[in-house]
């Protein structure tokens, strides 16, 4: 308590002495894993995104509700199905002072697209930019893209003069080809705020940019971001009145911050769907006592297993209530989600059963389950729940829990796809649903670049020709029609086996109120400090 | 003399080395670093390239020469995911480290001789048995415990204390320090008394064992028998005797003061080598790991030699079998 008066105190003396007008407002928080680079087109995570779309913007930018409204474009049209006119913002000027315009765009794209940048597959998604004056250009897509939009919002747009000026015109890639790139740890953008210090895993010091074009909710002047690694630690930070945001939060320790005063629980469903895939593609299972055949090829096995899973259970039991199970392989967050399709098989363990000895497998089999134990919300829990469900129908599973990078490394594609049996989360960066189509439910395709995470290789050759077509098809009704047949196909074929969507939890304290974005990220924008 | 000091030399060379083989060879099955470096979205492609820059294809002996060359110049690489020198990285965190590290030793020595002392000479008194069973809950609960319950009591319930991190710093040139500022100092309160807290306990137990001794030996018996005060015996003549084999251990302490911050570190969020070596585990940063382990071993043949060339001019005893 003392120490927040302190704060206040201090904030007070110094608005007194800069402008009687402002109140000056620091907000502190804390988030378990670290800023990993400045460099907008570094790392394509969601926290690292998140973060710097408060110094950074795209042409488009989120609102609150995940809705693209207009960034640093003013207002856009199609003005053929592959080209798009955007109205570049007036008088807005980047943290150094210098004005933005349309070559900055140009150029940002292009860092974007080139080798080095985590946002390839994003940037690809234009063609060509024509420049028409410094506030108008013409973006042109391969395909028609009626979602281009959602992929603009994270394409940051940096200055061209100050890139060029400090040498870092290429991305800060994982490389150590750019080992000393200047926009990894230094920022210039046309954000809300400013990077003020940035000390990598210890501490990030935001400022507010007087001169934002936009409007801000926020009545904050300084940002002050710390990673904490231990939850205990940081938990025990917000009760102490020393932070005032935190998360994540385990979910055991709601209750905690619910009897504490002055903090509060802030919980809600993130639009990140977890799930169980199967290995339908090779002949033979890697990891089984099935020899000579796959069992996962039957759909019958898929149907029992899919029976076999109390998701009410891993509901209550696991997640303490906190998760939506789930029917779909999207969140009601994203675009194509339809509540409908949304009903989870029904748990039935005796159907089953008799599935499994319709199937041949009477006496069950055995199968190796490969999980992360780091990476989701009490990922590894949900697995051991997952095995016990299972040894109830006879299929005796053999978990392999590991730490995310060791389990991403066997599982991926560089780890050759090794797994039979596999739990993994997605959340789509595009906030639709043709991102989980082409990574998760087309057929792996090297060279298009398809189902290059569909690690079980479900392959529907009917699933791939309509994903296409949605790729591309801007009739609103349309496109959902044949996302919702594409769900159903791979419903009634039991593609993969949905779980749940997994909670958003975070801390926060009385001082503050912030919105909880589906997407875990924080927007500055809408952090208001209570006065 | 020169043929002890060079054989030292020789085998600190071959501790080293074999540190070295071991925690780079330990690395290759922590897991793969390319995907804690690309996002989703980065294609098998540009993943196969980055091992190819990285690399990550060579064979292990490729890899390791490169490495054990390098590091003997000082040159740890480059941080996987800071893309800045391992060595800049590591240079900039030992100050929080060492200090840390220097008040955990202050600590225990400034609390730990006095106890010793006061739990020999009042053996049976009811505060000595109190002070050795407490030291005894205090020591056997984890490092990591011990942390959290100060933080709730002192942080949360309290709240005298910073519950984490290092508080306000101001640079000294390339050192920064956390010892001119209100925060800082009080910041230092908590993970360091959690770091001291195992020291502590050792060196009471050291010096109340070895002033029991002391105590029961002629020379004490003759000083009591000459009349001196209890106060000359006690402080004068026995506890100098205890604080040889104290300042020896202290001293081989300090290595392990170093190394151990790590779980301190990492419950109070200590921006040290300690947490950069956690972190550094988490996103499986080679550099960075291999760089932390090999200097820390360093520290420790560097610390045992010292004491082994102490030891040597102290002990005549070593001297006569070297001839």
């Given at each position: 308590m003392k120490l927040r008066h302190g704060l206040m105190a201090a904030a007070a003396a110094a608005t007194l002495a800069v402008s009687p007008l402002a109140q000056a407002e620091t907000f502190k928080f804390a988030f378990q894993g670290n800023l990993s680079s400045l460099d907008p087109h570094s790392l394509n995570e969601t926290f690292l995104l998140g973060s710097l779309n408060n110094v950074y913007e795209g042409l488009v930018i989120y609102d609150e509700n995940l809705a693209a409204s207009p960034g640093l474009a003013e207002s856009w049209e199609t003005v053929e199905p592959t080209k798009w006119k955007f109205n570049l913002r007036k008088g807005v000027k980047f943290h150094d002072g210098s004005d933005f315009t349309a070559e900055d765009v140009v150029f940002s794209w292009q860092r974007a697209l080139a080798e080095g940048s985590d946002q390839i597959a994003r940037a690809s998604k234009i063609k060509g930019i024509e420049i028409v004056d410094d506030h108008t250009i013409i973006v042109e897509t391969p395909a028609p893209n009626p979602i281009l939009t959602s992929d603009l919002v994270y394409i940051f747009i940096m200055d061209k003069t100050w890139s060029e000026k400090n040498k870092t015109v290429t991305a800060t890639s994982?490389?150590?080809?750019?080992?000393?790139?200047?926009?990894n740890l230094n920022a210039n953008g046309t954000g809300p705020f400013i990077v003020k210090e940035h000390k990598p895993d210890v501490k990030t010091v935001y400022e507010r940019n007087?001169?934002?074009?936009g409007n801000m909710k926020s009545n904050v002047t300084r940002v002050e971001f710390t990673p904490i690694k231990e939850a205990a630690t940081r938990v025990a930070a917000l009760i102490s009145g020393e932070l005032d945001l935190v998360y994540p939060v385990p979910v055991q320790d709601w209750k905690r911050l619910e009897e504490a005063q002055g903090v509060k629980p802030l919980a809600g469903p993130e639009a990140r769907t977890i799930f169980l895939g199967m290995d339908q593609g090779r002949d033979e299972l890697l990891h089984s006592n099935i020899k000579g055949k796959n069992p996962f090829k039957d759909v019958r096995v898929r149907q029992a297993f899919a029976h076999a899973l109390n998701l009410d259970a891993i509901k209550k039991k696991v997640m303490r209530n906190a998760a939506t199970p789930s029917g779909?392989?999207?969140?009601?967050?994203?675009?194509?989600?339809?509540k409908e399709l949304n009903t989870p098989y029904a748990y039935d363990p005796a159907k089953s059963k008799e599935l499994l000895a319709a199937a041949g497998y009477a006496d069950g089999f055995e199968v190796t389950m490969d999980c992360p134990n780091n990476r989701y919300v009490n990922d590894e829990k949900i697995c051991q729940a997952v095995v016990s469900m299972l040894a109830k129908v006879g299929v005796k599973v053999d978990l392999l829990a590991q730490p995310k990078s060791k389990y991403f490394g066997k599982v991926l594609a560089t780890g050759g796809y090794d797994t039979s049996f596999y739990l993994l989360g997605w959340t789509p960066g595009t906030m639709d649903t043709e991102n989980v189509l082409s990574s998760l439910l087309m057929c792996q395709n090297k060279e298009t670049k398809k189902g290059m995470f569909n690690l079980g290789n479900y392959c529907n050759p009917k699933v791939d020709e309509l994903s296409a077509k949605i790729g591309s098809e801007t009739d609103q009704a349309k496109r959902n029609a044949m996302i919702a047949e594409v769900f159903k196909t791979v419903q009634e074929e039991v593609g993969y086996l949905p779980i749940h969507q997994q909670p958003l939890s975070w801390g926060a304290s009385d001082r503050v109120s912030v919105v909880q974005r589906p997407d875990n990220s924080l927007d500055f924008r809408y952090v208001v400090v209570n006065k | 003399m020169v043929s002890f000091l060079l054989k030292r030399l020789l085998q600190s060379v071959v501790v080293m080395f074999t540190v070295a083989l071991i925690a780079f060879a330990m690395f290759q099955f922590v897991g793969d670093p390319i995907n804690n470096m690309v996002g989703q979205d980065t294609t098998q492609e540009e993943r196969e390239q980055l091992r190819e820059n990285l690399g990550l294809n060579d064979p292990f002996i490729v890899q390791f020469g490169r490495f054990a060359l390098n590091a003997a110049q000082g040159d740890f690489g480059i941080s996987y995911k800071y893309k800045t020198p391992v060595s800049d990285l590591i240079f900039e965190r030992m100050p929080a480290t060492l200090e840390l590290a220097f008040v955990s030793a202050i600590l225990a020595l400034v609390l730990g001789i006095p106890l010793g002392v006061y739990t020999a000479l009042k053996r049976n008194g009811i505060i000595s048995k109190f002070i050795m069973t407490t030291s005894l809950v205090g020591v056997s609960l984890p490092t990591f415990l011990t942390g959290i319950l100060l933080i709730l009591l002192f942080g949360v319930v309290l709240r005298w204390l910073p519950t984490f991190g290092r508080g306000d710093v101001i640079e000294i040139g390339t050192w920064t320090t956390g010892f001119l500022t209100a925060s800082g100092l009080k910041s230092l309160i908590l993970p360091s008394f959690t770091l001291a807290l195992f020291q502590l306990t050792l060196i009471m137990r050291l010096v109340r064992a070895e002033m029991l001794e002391v105590l029961r030996t002629d020379f004490v018996k003759f000083a009591r028998a000459r009349g001196l005060p209890d106060r000359s015996v006690h402080f004068k003549h026995a506890l100098k005797n205890t604080l040889v084999p104290v300042i020896t251990i202290t001293g081989l302490q300090l290595g392990s003061l170093i190394a151990f911050a790590i779980i301190t570190e990492s419950v109070f969020q200590w921006p040290g080598m300690g947490l950069l070596f956690i972190q550094a585990v988490a996103d499986v940063d080679i550099p960075i790991m291999a760089a932390y382990l090999v200097l820390i071993a360093f520290f420790f043949v560097l610390i045992n030699m010292i004491v082994d060339i102490l030891y040597y001019a102290v002990d005549p005893r070593l001297r006569s079998s070297d001839g």
């Open positions: 994982a490389s150590d080809a750019n080992s000393a790139n200047y926009a007087g001169n934002y074009w779909l392989m999207v969140a009601p967050q994203i675009n194509g989600w339809s | -």
